[in-house]
């Protein structure tokens, strides 16, 4: 079965899965609207997703016992959905007797094979939750979204760098530079541990040579003499002949990693230069959102790579849970353009926006809000691409 890039999901039918118990069945549209009182299974909703597509639940986590009603003896979800082309499928995903089961169109299949089909979990998970991608995957998203960008020619990345740190970089190129630093990084370890044992030795030396000096008789000056002078060499040879050159080894190799840190640096900043400002105001920084490429360190000055999102300039982790909400709606549609998917996007605890006027969600939707003492109601309707800003 060839790969699949769109999904709208048609009905959800769930069975023994969180507070969920009898069979009940569900219609999704354009954009699905959940609310109800907290507790009715809104959030339900997302892992029964989450689960049925990736076998996590919508965070990631694996615990299939925080998904199974503790009244029943399986949990069983089918989700129908549409692909690019309008064709039907049915994905099937049980969990009775500590076995899993999954059947795509009636037949099994492995979760191996159906990522093959609609894409790696942790991509999957990053569209489907606009939390995802921040708060779960960090700095390996960096990781995630590389492969389906244009690869920069190494030739670009040293150019880019200054003259005095593209000479430390190996004349054969480095086609991992992650391997690289991670091999320079072990070397520095044991110079630094050869290093120390040195330095002990060397200290020990000067501590035992009044020592050795007192065992010779004090009027044989000749004798006295050889033994400061033995002593004297000894401590100098140790100082110049192993301890100096370590510490000049572990210099640098440690200058080795700065510049391979760099070009890693300079690598990604060319490759996400695009996510700042892509053509037709779909950009990151159209949205509001910014991403961070370098962080100084305040102790040292150094600067360190990082790969961090800012709202209206302000670090995400200072952002309020409306504020994340709408930074992660945009960052979930970056991911969509990047990786060429539409799939479904959910947005839960939607009570805190009122409308997503920084961004225009595209595809399939779902919004889950708190309606106090209110049972669970499902809506489903079609969407106008003017009206699919709004948070409903």
Known sequence: MQQIDCIKIISITLTGFRCFGETLGFTCGDMTIITGANGKGKSSFADAIAYTFCGTGFFGDRSLKRLQNPQYDCMEVYVTFADDFGELHKLYRGHRAGKTSITLDGVPITQAALGEIIGDKDLFLSILNPLYFVEVMGDKGRSLLEPFMACVPEEDILLALPEETAALLPKEGLPSSETYIKNQRATIRDLERNFIYTE????????????????????????????????????????????????????????????????????????????????????????????????????????????????????????????????????????????GKNYPVFTDNSESICVIDNVRPTGQTFFARVAKGEELQVTSRAVSPQTSGKAA
């Not at 640098?252 to 391979?260: H, N, T, Y």
């Not at 670090?315 to 549609?333: C, D, M, Q, T, W």
């Open 200 to 339: 002990a030795q060397l200290d020990f030396a000067v501590d035992c040579s009044d020592n050795f000096v007192m065992m010779f008789n004090p009027e044989r000056k000749d004798v006295m003499s050889f033994a400061v002078d033995l002593v004297d060499k000894l401590i100098f040879q140790s100082k110049e002949i192993t301890a100096e050159p370590i510490a000049a080894a572990i210099e640098q190799k440690k200058k080795l990693v700065a510049a391979a840190q760099a070009y890693n640096a300079k690598k990604y900043e060319i490759l996400f230069q695009r996510l700042q400002a892509e053509p037709n105001g779909q950009g990151l920084a159209a949205n509001r959102v910014t991403l961070s490429l370098h962080e100084v360190m305040s102790s040292t000055g150094e600067v360190k790579d990082d790969f961090s999102f800012l709202y209206n300039g302000v670090p995400y982790s200072n952002l309020s849970l409306s504020e994340k909400v709408r930074a992660g709606i945009a960052i979930s549609e970056l991911v969509k353009r990047v990786a």
